[in-house]
């Protein structure tokens, strides 16, 4: 069985970062670099009679650090700051969207990289209607978000994630899940 051992914290903020020894059933050691914050919830709420999806528009410093675009078009997403996963969309999609989520319909949990995040996003699907945008949305004020609320057709973001318009990972699991289980979205 695999174990981890030789565990040193190197940073305990936001979120925390750890070298530790992964030790093989046979004795192998294998030092990793290990990324620790809890788990994340996302969730892409669309409108069935519009034909609409709701994303959202923020900056990210992963993309500008390595020179790309700061701006991603992404679905509404969180961590679940321990809490469960499904209030925690519905709570990331209020701060983020205005909307008020009633039923999600779950697509799954995906561990978002293995290889050095302990991180679990669980994923939704929501259907909303007109009545159920009750805020501006935008985000969280004291943690500096900067979100645009982006409301657009559900085939025209699907047409921007082949196309490569659409260049983050869980907006695109949550739209190809759309477009599995609501191809008349499309």
């Given at each position: 069985?695999?174990?981890?051992?030789?565990?040193?914290?190197?940073?305990?903020?936001?979120?925390?970062?750890?070298?530790?020894?992964?030790?093989?059933?046979?004795?192998?050691?294998?030092?990793?670099?290990?990324?620790?914050?809890?788990?994340?919830?996302?969730?892409?709420?669309?409108?069935?009679?519009?034909?609409?999806?709701?994303?959202?528009?923020?900056?990210?410093?992963?993309?500008?650090?390595?020179?790309?675009?700061?701006?991603?078009?992404?679905?509404?997403?969180?961590?679940?700051?321990?809490?469960?996963?499904?209030?925690?969309?519905?709570?990331?999609?209020?701060?983020?969207?205005?909307?008020?989520?009633?039923?999600?319909?779950?697509?799954?949990?995906?561990?978002?990289?293995?290889?050095?995040?302990?991180?679990?996003?669980?994923f939704y699907l929501a259907a909303y209607g007109a009545a159920d945008r009750?805020?501006?949305?935008?985000?969280?004020?004291?943690?500096?978000?900067?979100?645009?609320?982006?409301?657009?057709?559900?085939?025209?973001?699907?047409?921007?994630?082949?196309?490569?318009?659409?260049?983050?990972?869980k907006t695109a699991v949550a739209l190809q899940a759309l477009q599995l289980?609501?191809?008349?979205?499309?």
């Amino acid at each position: 069985m695999h174990v981890i051992d030789n565990i040193k914290t190197i940073h305990d903020g936001w979120g925390r970062f750890y070298l530790v020894t992964m030790r093989s059933p046979g004795g192998a050691e294998h030092p990793r670099q290990l990324e620790d914050h809890g788990d994340a919830a996302c969730v892409l709420p669309f409108d069935p009679v519009r034909r609409v999806v709701t994303l959202v528009r923020q900056p990210r410093v992963g993309p500008l650090f390595r020179g790309a675009d700061a701006l991603l078009l992404e679905a509404p997403a969180g961590l679940t700051d321990g809490e469960d996963p499904a209030e925690a969309a519905r709570r990331e999609a209020m701060e983020e969207t205005g909307l008020r989520l009633g039923e999600l319909e779950f697509v799954g949990a995906f561990w978002s990289m293995p290889g050095c995040a302990t991180e679990r996003m669980y994923f939704y699907l929501a259907a909303y209607g007109a009545a159920d945008r009750i805020g501006d949305g935008g985000g969280v004020e004291h943690e500096g978000e900067e979100i645009d609320v982006i409301e657009m057709p559900a085939a025209e973001a699907a047409a921007m994630l082949a196309d490569g318009r659409i260049a983050d990972t869980k907006t695109a699991v949550a739209l190809q899940a759309l477009q599995l289980r609501h191809p008349e979205l499309f």
